[in-house]
């Protein structure tokens, strides 16, 4: 699948394949968030929680960028 074709899918069709066939890669907490990131073929798709209410709050699709880099190693040390 491409990011295009995620794209144009509902709301709904979004949530089933990240749950359904997205690789769960890593999760970082930071303040009342907690950001946990899968692998669907060729692109990412994070999905925030409000860690105090324990709901999903959002989620954003990517393949390169700054919300990757919170995943780095390299980031973390700064």
Wanted: no cysteine.
């Amino acid at each position: 699948m491409t990011l295009y074709e995620y794209k144009m899918l509902s709301e709904d069709e979004q949530w089933d394949t990240v749950f359904s066939k997205g690789k769960f890669l890593d999760i970082v907490i930071e303040s009342n968030s907690k950001y946990v990131l899968y692998a669907i073929d060729m692109f990412f798709d994070e999905v925030l929680w409000d860690i105090e209410q324990d709901e999903i709050i959002g989620k954003g699709v990517f393949k390169e960028g700054e919300s990757l880099d919170r995943y780095s190693n390299v980031s973390k040390e700064l």
